[in-house]
């Protein structure tokens, strides 16, 4: 079964970066994409970004297409996901996913294994 594990989280001030990092601990003919979902406390949870394992074509929600980067190191088995320009609204609880395909890839009913999530929390 696959295990994610997600790092890099933190406080940063208002314009900063973070650089969060998920670790996949078996990358199997099942894991086709990897996604990053955000949820902030009230909030439902809600597509970040999301990439293929094998040709590394990347997707992103609208709103952060420019200011999030995604990418993927497939010798290391790692998902990365560069934040920069934050804002306040960015703040909440950033989870990586592992989905089949890249079916409905916005929808967090389309992964079939989550990690623990990481805070990022960003000040005004």
């Known amino acids: 079964q696959v295990q994610l594990v997600e790092s890099g989280g933190g406080l940063v001030q208002a314009g900063g970066s973070l650089r969060l990092s998920c670790a996949v601990s078996?990358?199997?003919?099942?894991?086709?994409?990897m996604g990053w979902f955000r949820q902030a406390p009230g909030k439902e949870r809600e597509f970040v970004a999301a990439i293929t394992w094998s040709d590394g074509s990347s997707y992103y929600a609208d709103s952060l297409k420019g200011r999030f980067t995604i990418s993927r190191d497939k010798a290391k088995s790692t998902v990365l996901l560069q934040m920069n320009s934050l804002n306040p609204e960015d703040t909440a609880v950033y989870y990586c996913a592992a989905g089949r395909s890249r079916y409905a890839l916005r929808y967090s009913h389309s992964y079939h294994a989550w990690g623990q999530g990481t805070q990022v929390t960003v000040s005004s």
């Open positions: 078996e990358r199997t003919v099942n894991t086709y994409i």
